[in-house]
């Protein structure tokens, strides 16, 4: 297993694979409808997806953290 001071990287990884799958998925069904080249498509459009919700997770996550850590008690 992996040790606790990794677990918010690990987090903001599973969270931006998750996210951005589900998102790719759902918003290419949407805009293009499913065919033949659909799986294509996704794939395409996921390779761009993924690393831009990993790259915006860790930087906006610190300070999304801190936000709410004021407005909550």
Request: charged share 15%; aromatic share 16%.
């Amino acid at each position: 297993m992996f040790s606790k001071k990794y677990s918010q990287f690990l987090f903001v990884l599973i969270m931006g694979f998750l996210m951005s799958l589900l998102m790719t998925l759902i918003i290419t069904f949407v805009n293009t409808g499913m065919d033949d080249e659909y799986m294509q498509r996704f794939l395409k459009a996921w390779t761009v997806s993924l690393p831009i919700a990993i790259g915006t997770a860790l930087f906006v996550g610190p300070f999304a953290k801190k936000f709410v850590d004021k407005i909550t008690k």
